[in-house]
């Protein structure tokens, strides 16, 4: 079965970091693109940044540039979205997406609750 | 950067049909896709390359685009079509995705 399957829920205090995961499973991993999208309590879909799993290409909306890292280690299939610091507006739902160029994201992970508090 | 703009909101009683609108420049001239996210879950495909639907989307979706407006039918509304429903397209110019801003469908 082709799906996205993401790390669990963390609960982080503002400053820390954390690196959360994404992997794939039933397809050629390092032939798509995986992006990662935000989802603050209450709002709408905010893609963050999208990485190409064959060659580590990335691109960064320009809200989330330098705020956060997407990386991927496509020998175990498995793209990361990582924080060396921590805020409390941090605190949302992450998901993973798969996609090819140009297409739009096909298959979603379950997403990842990040909650950031003192 | 390229905008889409979706209406906050739509109601419609159970049987009759929502019509979700998805607003760009010339976005006819591009390839939208839609996703439903139901409460509590994760979002899902339901339209690409404007009209098709993926396997396991009932036919009651349907979709369209031109000019400067894409949009999304649901036939026959249920219960379950209770959700936010986002529209999608790609930027070539800048080479992302761009999402819209998402419309909740509330069934009445």
Known sequence: EVQLVQSGAEVKKPGDSLKISCKGFGYRFSSYWIGWVRQMPGKGLEWMGIIYAGDSETRYSPPFQGQVTISVDKSISTAYLQWTSLKAADTAMYYCAKFDYGDPFDLWGQGTLVTVSS | ?108
């Open chain 2, 1 to 108: 950067s390229y905008v889409l703009t979706q209406s906050p909101s739509v109601s419609v009683a159970p049987g009759q049909t929502a019509t979700i609108t998805c607003g760009g420049n010339n976005i006819g001239r591009k390839r939208v896709s839609w996703c439903q996210q139901r409460p509590g879950q994760a979002p899902v495909l339901v339209i690409y390359d404007d009209r098709r639907r993926p396997s396991g989307i009932p036919e009651r979706f349907s979709g369209s685009n031109s000019g400067n407006t894409a949009t999304l039918t649901i036939n026959r509304v249920e219960a379950g079509d209770e959700a936010d429903y986002y529209c999608q397209v790609w930027d070539e110019t800048n080479e992302h995705p761009v999402l819209g801003t998402g419309t909740k469908v509330t069934v009445l």
